[in-house]
């Protein structure tokens, strides 16, 4: 045996014996939950909530980390580059882990470069327009979108996100040019429309529900696969004109690739534990949340699944991030 193989038979083993004693140890300081969005919004929602279960859990503080930027892509590849200790994890979200990947070239890849630990929660987004748009439902949008082509501005949480692939793929089906205008996360690009910088945008039911009972904002219409039940009058996009029209999106917990199985395992036994403890549910399903909870394995499965989706819808579609 050579001199380096054993050099490197040695450094293997010592990693392998390191890597059961690390997980023994932990956690043994803070845990950082960074959320790729501005505070106010569902993922800093479900981040707290996580946060709160995880101190009471572990012992330690879960501290959140509010880390906007590129459509929340920032966020996310911080983590991926994290040490895998278990002590820096993602509050993932379906835009930049999913969606941001396939339509551009992200530092990161949502299989390699993670460990997935849970599901949390999901949700469809909810089309809303500023009250000064004179339009009540989604046939009327289209009709004055198609009038006054590219002068209504759809704001997005940035590139790649979610809210921009919703726009893409509305702006697509319905044969509209709105333009789409990128903020530095879902809270800023409402706070926008709010301001009248915007006329149109789509996002989460916590943002939407408030806005629209105080008559800030009006829905329009909702994108899920039925009537969301917070919501009962609004009419899907389906019902709306647009048939196959569905984006749901979701959080969930990831770690860096590599942290160790023990870690990934135990930080998964506490968020499903969270997603069935009923006072949880219900404080969830008031802000248009729906409670998931799954394991590291069917966590992997969902991803692949999602990227597959929206792989297929992306092609079929023939739809491309703007500029590219």
Same mark, same amino acid.
């Given at each position: 045996m050579?001199?380096r193989l054993r050099?490197?038979?040695?450094?293997?083993l010592?990693?392998?014996?390191?890597?059961?004693?690390?997980?023994?140890?932990?956690?043994?300081?803070?845990?950082?939950?960074?959320?790729?969005?501005a505070?106010?919004?569902s993922?800093?929602l479900a981040?707290?909530l996580?946060?709160?279960?995880?101190?009471?859990?572990?012992?330690?503080?879960?501290?959140?980390?509010?880390?906007?930027?590129?459509?929340?892509?920032?966020?996310?590849?911080?983590?991926?580059?994290?040490?895998?200790?278990?002590?820096?994890?993602?509050?993932?979200?379906?835009?930049p882990?999913?969606?941001?990947?396939?339509?551009?070239n992200?530092p990161?890849?949502?299989?390699?470069?993670?460990? #997935?630990?849970?599901?949390?929660? +999901?949700? =469809?987004?909810v089309? /809303?327009?500023?009250?000064?748009?004179? %339009?009540?439902? @989604?046939?009327?949008l289209?009709?004055?979108?198609?009038?006054?082509?590219?002068k209504?501005?759809?704001?997005?949480?940035?590139?790649?996100?979610?809210?921009?692939?919703?726009?893409?793929?509305?702006?697509?089906?319905?044969?509209?040019?709105?333009?789409?205008?990128?903020?530095?996360?879902?809270?800023?690009?409402?706070?926008?429309?709010?301001?009248g910088?915007?006329?149109?945008h789509?996002?989460?039911?916590?943002?939407?529900?408030?806005q629209?009972?105080?008559?800030?904002?009006?829905?329009?219409?909702?994108?899920g696969?039925?009537?969301?039940?917070?919501?009962?009058?609004? #009419?899907?996009?389906?019902?709306s +004109?647009? =048939?196959?029209?569905? /984006?749901?999106?979701?959080?969930?917990? %990831?770690?860096? @690739?590599?942290?160790p199985p023990?870690?990934?395992?135990?930080?998964?036994?506490?968020?499903?534990?969270?997603?069935?403890?009923?006072?949880?549910?219900?404080?969830?399903a008031?802000?248009?949340m729906?409670a998931?909870?799954?394991?590291?394995?069917?966590?992997?499965?969902?991803?692949?699944?999602?990227?597959?989706?929206?792989?297929?819808?992306?092609r079929?579609?023939?739809?491309?991030?703007p500029?590219?």
């Amino acid at each position: 045996m050579t001199i380096r193989l054993r050099a490197l038979l040695v450094a293997v083993l010592s990693l392998s014996l390191a890597l059961p004693a690390l997980a023994q140890g932990w956690p043994s300081r803070p845990i950082r939950i960074l959320v790729p969005f501005a505070p106010g919004g569902s993922s800093d929602l479900a981040a707290r909530l996580i946060g709160q279960r995880l101190q009471e859990a572990l012992g330690q503080p879960a501290i959140v980390e509010n880390r906007p930027g590129a459509g929340g892509i920032l966020a996310t590849d911080a983590v991926a580059k994290a040490a895998p200790n278990g002590y820096t994890v993602l509050l993932a979200v379906a835009g930049p882990y999913i969606t941001a990947p396939l339509l551009q070239n992200t530092p990161y890849d949502p299989l390699r470069d993670f460990a #997935p630990i849970s599901t949390l929660n +999901g949700n =469809p987004q909810v089309l /809303v327009v500023h009250p000064s748009v004179p %339009v009540s439902n @989604a046939r009327e949008l289209i009709t004055m979108a198609k009038a006054q082509p590219g002068k209504l501005n759809f704001s997005t949480s940035g590139p790649g996100a979610l809210t921009e692939v919703s726009a893409i793929i509305f702006n697509h089906m319905a044969g509209v040019q709105m333009t789409l205008v990128p903020y530095k996360g879902g809270t800023s690009a409402v706070t926008a429309l709010l301001a009248g910088e915007a006329q149109v945008h789509f996002t989460n039911p916590s943002e939407a529900i408030p806005q629209t009972r105080a008559g800030k904002l009006r829905a329009i219409a909702v994108t899920g696969a039925k009537r969301f039940a917070p919501m009962p009058t609004v #009419p899907t996009l389906a019902e709306s +004109g647009l =048939p196959g029209f569905v /984006v749901e999106t979701w959080n969930g917990l %990831v770690a860096p @690739a590599g942290t160790p199985p023990e870690i990934v395992n135990r930080l998964s036994s506490i968020i499903q534990e969270l997603t069935r403890d009923p006072a949880v549910r219900q404080r969830m399903a008031d802000t248009g949340m729906s409670a998931m909870g799954e394991s590291p394995e069917e966590f992997r499965a969902f991803i692949q699944a999602q990227l597959t989706l929206w792989s297929k819808f992306f092609r079929d579609y023939g739809i491309k991030a703007p500029g590219r």
